[in-house]
Structures are given as C-alpha cells and as structure tokens.
C-alpha cells in the first residue's frame, strides 16, 4: 500500500491531545490540513534521524513529505506552550530542531531521548517538570467553557498570544476536521451540515476547501491523494 499510514491514539495526559505514528511510502507531498495544535515530531529517512516542533496552521496546502519515513509525533493540548518559543511565532511554519540522533534531541538548551509512540508521556512529564513546556490556566479555563473574570478583548489577546489563533479560527478549524472525519466515515454532507451548524452545503464546502482542501466527495470516495490527517475507513453496508 502507498501514501501516508497514520495511527492515532488520545492520551490520558492533560498536557497531550493525540500520539501518531505514521509511514511514507512511495509519496512525495500531500495535502495539508490546518490545525490549532503544536507538536512535535521525530522521523527517521535512509538513516538519519530528524526532530522539529511544528506551528497551528491556518489553512490548507501542499507540503513536500520525505519518502520511506517513519514519524512518531505528539500533539500538544491548546493552551499549551513552549517556553522559548511564542507560539504565534510558530503558526504555518515550525523549527527543525539541531544536533537530533537516533536516540536523543535538543529542545529549549537541554537533551532529551527521542522517545517511540508509548513514550510519549513520559517525555512531556519531563519538559514539564523542566518547564520547557507550560500553560496558561486562563485559556485552560476559556477551552473548559468558564468565563474568567476578565474583559472579552484581554481573553481574546490573551487566547491569541497563547494558541497563535484567534477563538474563532480554532472552532473553525476543529469543526472542518470534524466534518472531514464524519465525511470519510460516510456520512452524507447534508448530515454532517445539520450535524455541525452549518449554514448549508456551500457552507461546509468552503470551509472544507479553505482548511482540509479536498470536497465532501473526494473525502467520501478516499480521493485526492495523500493527505495529513488520519481519516476512517468509509462504513460499508
């Protein structure tokens, strides 16, 4: 089988929003799909390894993917951050980390194991510990649906700064991935349009094409080729 085969699994970690591993095979680009999340990720190509952390990305695209890789890489829950990079600073775009290995990396000064998929948070543990990575408890409390006691512009300065996102982009961008997961599972669009507010068809296929870039029917038919987003395999009767 060609393209990208992705696994994903949740964490129990309230510092993690999903693992993933995944394999290139014979594929050179994909799709792009926007995402609130930053991440990092680890890969390995002919032999030598690679480390970066990854931005929120706004939109679709086409990005190159190296051939015959093997990627392990944690999404991080919005609200999180780096501490010596501003996250806004990583929004459609990321950091190649330096002085990677097969085993170890360098993040924020210090050296860290590479860690495999079930490792995972046990690596986050340790960059919290080391308060390489933090959060910031206002835009916890505003992803939990509490109001905090602070004006509406100062949370929204606040939620940007933090996520890189405005509030509004983030539900946006969950909802078209949401609306591509339920296309792929085989849900019709006028479904998934009741399903998820939107205004009608035309709605969801704007926002497909602005945030997933593939149609209700190229997700519905598993067309388009390679894409960055772990979809279902379409029910059959």
């Known amino acids: 089988m060609t393209g990208l085969r992705f696994r994903t699994r949740g964490s129990d970690s309230p510092w993690v929003d999903a693992v993933w591993t995944c394999t290139s095979e014979q594929v050179t680009s994909m ?3 926007a995402a609130v999340r930053w991440g990092l990720v680890f890969w390995e ?11 929120p990305e706004t939109r679709t695209g086409t990005a190159p993917v190296p051939e015959g890789a093997t990627f392990t890489g ?19 775009g990321g950091i190649t980390l330096p002085d990677t290995t097969h085993r170890t990396f360098r993040l924020d000064g210090a050296r860290f ?23 910031d408890e206002v835009v916890a409390d505003v992803l939990r649906g509490h109001r905090p006691d602070l004006s509406g512009r ?30 792929a599972s085989g849900e019709p669009a006028a479904d998934v349009v009741a ?11 704007r926002a497909l094409r602005s945030y997933v870039g593939r149609t209700a029917g190229q997700l519905r ?14 029910r059959t009767s």
């Open 31 to 33: 799709t792009s799909v």
């Open 45 to 55: 190509q002919a032999g030598t390894a690679w480390a970066a952390v990854t931005g």
């Open 74 to 92: 944690i999404d991080f829950a919005v609200g999180t951050s780096l501490r010596a990079v501003p996250t806004p600073a990583l929004t459609d």
């Open 113 to 135: 194991e590479t860690p495999g998929p079930d490792d995972a948070e046990a690596l986050v543990e340790r960059l919290v510990r080391a308060g390489i990575v933090v959060r």
């Open 154 to 183: 100062t949370v929204e300065r606040r939620f940007r700064t933090v996520t890189g996102l405005t509030q509004g982009a983030v539900r946006q961008i969950e909802r078209a991935r949401t609306a591509a997961q339920l296309l």
């Open 195 to 205: 399903k998820l507010d939107y205004f009608d068809e035309p709605h969801l296929a």
């Open 221 to 234: 038919d598993g067309a388009g080729g390679a894409i960055a987003l772990d979809l279902p395999q379409r």
